[in-house]
Each structure stands twice: as C-alpha cells, then as structure tokens.
C-alpha cells in the first residue's frame, strides 16, 4: 500500500513540498525561538486550499479523505519540525473537525468556514490538571443561565492555547462521568478567560497554554451536538488526532534515518567511514525495517478509517507503533552522531527530544494499549 494512489496526490505533494521549502523550511529555527508559528502560514496555507483540506467544501475546506492529510503531513515534516505540524494540526484537524462533525450549520459557518480560510485560529480543550488520560474525569463546569452557559474551570496543555482565536472546550455539564460531557466553542476574547504560555522541553515552535475560566459567559448556540452528548464526539476525534500522529512519526523516523545514514558515509573515524563499521550498518538497518514496518501499519490503518471500518484498535496499534518506533529511531541516529546530536543545531538532536511528545499527546502508549486489549478480548 502506497500513500500516493494518484495523480491528485502527486500533484498537491509536488505543490506542498514547493511551499515547505519557500515558506516553512528556511524559518523553522527563528520559530523555535519565538516559541509560535506566524498566522501567514496558517493563511498561506488556506490561500492554497490546504488548511481545510479534510473539511467540507460546504464550509470552506477541500472535502478530501485522510489519504490527503497524510500526504500534507509528510510534507510539512520535511521541514524538520514538529512543533509546526502541532500547531497546524491541532487548529485544522483537533479544534475544528469537532465542530464540523457535530455542530450547528450556524456553528460551522462561524467557525469552521473562517477555520479552513485561516481567518481564525482554534485549539482543542480537553486535558485538565486533575484530568488527562481519564477524559471523563475532566472537571471544567459549564451552567446554563437563560441564553448562556457560565464556565469554570481550568485546561492543561492546550496545543495552540495562547494563539488561538477559539477553544473547542469539553466541560461537564451534567453529572460525574463520560455521560456528563459536553463540547462549547469558546471565544478566547470571553471576559474571564486568561492563559499563560508553558515552557516546554519540545515542540518549541508549537505554543502550548493552561487556560483558565473563570465565569466564562458563552451564547448557549455555541454549544456543538446535543448537551451531555460530548464524550463520544472527543472519543471519534481521537481516531483522525491518533493517525495524525503516527504519519508524523513514520515521517519524522524517516527524516532522521535519512540523515543519520549520509552522516554514516560521511564521517570518518580510524581511517573510515562511521558506515564501514558493520554495527552501524545493522543498527539502520533495524531502523530502516521499523520505519518500513509502521509507515505499512499506519497505511493500513488510514484505509479502514478513509473506507469508514470500525478502525479504532488498528489505529491505536498504528499510533502505539509508529510512535515508540519514532522515539527508537530518535536514540539511535542521535547515537550514531555522536557529540553532534546534543547541539541545537541538530536536526536529529531536535527532533529527539520533540518526538517524547508524540507517545503522550492525542492518548499515551498505555492507553493505546488498554485499546487494543479492550477490542481483542485480552481483558479478563
Ligand atoms: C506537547 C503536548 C501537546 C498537547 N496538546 C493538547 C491539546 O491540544 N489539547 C488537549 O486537550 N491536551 C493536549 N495535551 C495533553 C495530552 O493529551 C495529555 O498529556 C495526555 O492525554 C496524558 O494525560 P496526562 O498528561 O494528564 O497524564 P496522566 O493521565 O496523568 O497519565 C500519567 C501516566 O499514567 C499512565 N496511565 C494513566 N491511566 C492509565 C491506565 N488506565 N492504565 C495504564 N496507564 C495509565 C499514562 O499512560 C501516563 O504514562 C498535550 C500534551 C503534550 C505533551
């Protein structure tokens, strides 16, 4: 199974590639510095059609299947950052396929319209400080009072947090427990609302907030799908946030394999080249079969979700893989080099330490693990 079936997708891989090396490539490392990717990517993006490009065309995106985000994501890594593709990614696919899949066309028009024309920027809302892993836990009050509903409450780790225009918000409406959940679209302009920018050990250029409510006024219309019906929209939008995350992986393990075997060739040491030594040769080697091993299991899976097959333990198998592979694959091209891999500078040394993200975010290894346990009759 290939990533590219057709000319189509060649086509918007030769464009996207065109503008990650005019746009993207040569800026990566002042945005690390900056700690935020600058709003004219997000609408040079929507300018070419490709912010939206899994959303529908009745609202302004480009109504494709995955097989297109995935293409978009393996070109946007070959930038060598995965704090850009975060924040992209977390505004077009976390923040707003939520609304799109369970708001109100008055909802969509306002938000995911002026989402996929770059016009306003989202971030999605579900991790609390006593609340992360366990969703349903999650302990942000939304009451409603006539026309509104009052909020209050805190979130944790909010990818986009401090640059977003709006909060896909899940909050508890109704009582303790995943039944008790709901999703608000909360203005970041809503009297009451304050965030701060956390310091991060990764993913620098990619801004990441705690937000706090504190009686938070939102027009009850903002409400998306029906009151105490949110857990399951959250749960649906993991299954797109988990296969971005492992077509991130593949393409980043991939990136760093490329680098770590021209390093191999280059670099000499008792006369020869790092790659004369077979220890080397056998370690990328390894390297090579893992990534070929996920990028295979990751494809699989965009083709039973893209054909709409219940696909939730093949996707967590995808993410569980293709993730830990990235981080496997961070630790051996850091190794092989050397000193090199502790510099800023790096790319590999990087992209090491932003892949310890990717086995947390969208559900953490374990969790992908508790998945396919509880969809393979593994749980006594
Ligand atoms: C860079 C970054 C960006 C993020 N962006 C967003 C965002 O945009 N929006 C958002 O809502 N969240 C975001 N998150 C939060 C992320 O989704 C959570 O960190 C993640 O779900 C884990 O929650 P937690 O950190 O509270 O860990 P916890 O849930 O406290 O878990 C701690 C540890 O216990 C393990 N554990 C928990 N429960 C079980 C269990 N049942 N069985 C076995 N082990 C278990 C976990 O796997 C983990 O290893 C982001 C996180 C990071 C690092």
């Not at 780790?157 to 909050?171: F, H, K, L, P, Q």
């Not at 990534?291 to 198998?317: C, F, H, Q």
């Not at 510099?343 to 508790?370: F, H, K, P, V």
């Amino acid at each position: 199974m290939e990533l590219r079936h057709s000319e189509e997708h060649e086509a918007v891989s030769r464009t996207l590639r065109d503008f990650v090396d005019r746009e993207i490539k040569p800026n990566t490392l002042q945005w690390e510095r900056e700690g935020e990717v600058p709003r004219q990517i997000f609408t040079k993006l929507a300018d070419l059609g490709f912010l939206g490009i899994r959303l529908s065309p009745e609202y302004g995106g480009g109504g494709q299947d995955f097989w297109f985000t995935a293409i978009l994501l393996q070109e946007l890594m070959r930038a060598g950052s995965i704090g850009v593709v975060v924040a992209i990614m977390a505004h077009a696919e976390f923040a707003t396929k939520v609304i799109e899949r369970g708001g109100s066309h008055e909802l969509k028009t306002k938000y995911v319209q002026a989402a996929a024309e770059g016009k306003l920027i989202g971030a999605l809302g579900v991790s609390e400080p006593e609340a992360g892993t366990d969703v349903a836990g999650l302990q942000t009050r939304a009451v409603r009072d006539g026309d509104e509903y009052v909020i209050n409450g805190s979130k944790l780790y909010i990818s986009n947090g401090t640059i977003a225009d709006y909060i896909t918000t899940a909050v508890r409406t109704g009582d303790a427990g995943h039944r008790g959940i709901s999703i608000i679209v909360v203005p970041a302009d809503t009297k009451g609302l304050t965030r701060s920018r956390l310091q991060k050990i990764g993913t620098h250029s990619s801004d990441t907030a705690e937000i706090f409510f504190d009686d938070c006024r939102v027009p009850a219309e903002n409400l998306v799908g029906e009151e105490n019906k949110g857990f399951r929209l959250i749960m649906e939008g993991f299954e797109g946030e988990r296969l971005v995350l492992s077509v991130m992986a593949c393409s980043q393990a991939r990136l760093m394999f490329e680098q770590a075997r021209q390093w191999g060739h280059d670099r000499k040491a008792f006369g020869q080249s790092i790659l004369g030594f077979q220890v080397w040769q056998h370690r990328l080697a390894d390297v090579l079969t893992q990534i070929e091993a996920a990028e295979t299991l990751t494809y699989r899976a965009i083709d039973e979700y893209v054909k709409g097959e219940p696909a939730n333990s093949i996707i967590s198998m995808a993410k569980l893989f293709a993730t830990e592979m990235a981080l496997d694959t961070a630790r051996e091209c850091a190794q092989i080099q050397g000193g090199l891999s502790h510099m800023e500078e790096c790319l590999i040394g990087r992209l090491y330490r932003d892949s310890l993200a990717l086995t947390i975010g969208a559900g953490t290894s374990e969790t992908m693990r508790n998945i396919i346990a509880q969809s393979n009759e593994l749980v006594a």
